[in-house]
């Protein structure tokens, strides 16, 4: 069964920082580009960024261009979002997702970042 | 990169069908056949309902179908069924290994 589980998500204070991890299964990890889009409570979706399959390549919305870093060890079929600065706009559940021919096609339950003092 | 406009609600009776609009421009939902739709229950992950603009996974009813001209896309749910409550977001490629959303459609089964 393809899987993908998130974990990482906490309270922080503005300004601090977080890292985010995506666990799969059930694929071949290395194959697959992969995303994290994130969803404001009681707001829409919103693409965060995205890492080719060999991790040579990354592309990171506007919004968190400069403070977000994604990563991934294929080794471990692990995904990681790093996220440094953090505001109160970044609030939001987490979802890591694979990515087939430009479509989300297996999605993550979500972790939740609170970002307050 | 603006998101990709929705109307806010959608609904219809059991058996009713119910059309989904995705306005986006020339650079993303016009340059681009990868048009995508997503289903959100309440508290759950999005699920992938169509992709390439008019393709459904395995497993996708038949009853959801997709189009596209010019600039807006569009989603149809055809005889609502109580399950199809949810919010819809479409998506599209924008270029550069980069995506939009839309802002989401909440679709209501009288």
């Known amino acids: 069964e393809v899987q993908l589980v998130e974990s990482g998500g906490d309270l922080v204070q503005p300004g601090g920082s977080l890292r985010l991890s995506c666990a799969a299964s059930?694929?071949?990890?290395?194959?697959?580009?992969m995303h994290w889009v994130r969803q404001a409570p009681g707001k829409g979706l919103e693409w965060v960024s995205y890492?080719?399959?060999?991790?040579?390549?990354?592309v990171y919305a506007d919004s968190v261009g400069g403070r977000f870093t994604i990563s991934r060890d294929n080794a471990k079929n692990s995904l990681q979002l790093q996220m440094n600065s953090l505001r109160a706009e970044d609030a939001a559940v987490y979802y890591c997702a694979r990515a087939s021919t430009r479509r989300f096609d297996c999605w993550g339950q979500g972790t939740l970042v609170t970002v307050s003092s | 990169q603006s998101a990709l406009t929705q109307p806010p609600s959608a609904s219809g009776s059991p058996g009713q069908s119910v059309t989904i609009s995705c306005t986006g421009t020339?650079?993303?939902?016009?340059?681009?056949?990868?048009v995508s739709w997503y289903q959100q229950h309440p508290g759950k992950a999005p699920k992938l309902m169509i992709y390439?603009?008019?393709q459904r996974p395995s497993g996708v009813p038949d009853r959801f179908s997709g189009s596209k001209s010019g600039n807006t896309a569009s989603l149809t749910v055809s005889g609502l069924q109580a399950e199809d409550e949810a919010d819809y977001y479409c998506?599209?490629?924008?270029?550069?290994?980069?995506?939009?959303f839309g802002t989401g459609t909440k679709v209501t089964v009288l």
């Open positions: 998506t599209s490629y924008a270029g550069s290994n980069s995506y939009v």
């Open positions: 890492i080719s399959a060999s991790g040579s390549a990354r």
């Open positions: 020339s650079s993303d939902v016009g340059a681009y056949n990868y």
């Open positions: 390439e603009v008019s």
């Open positions: 059930g694929f071949t990890f290395s194959d697959y580009e």
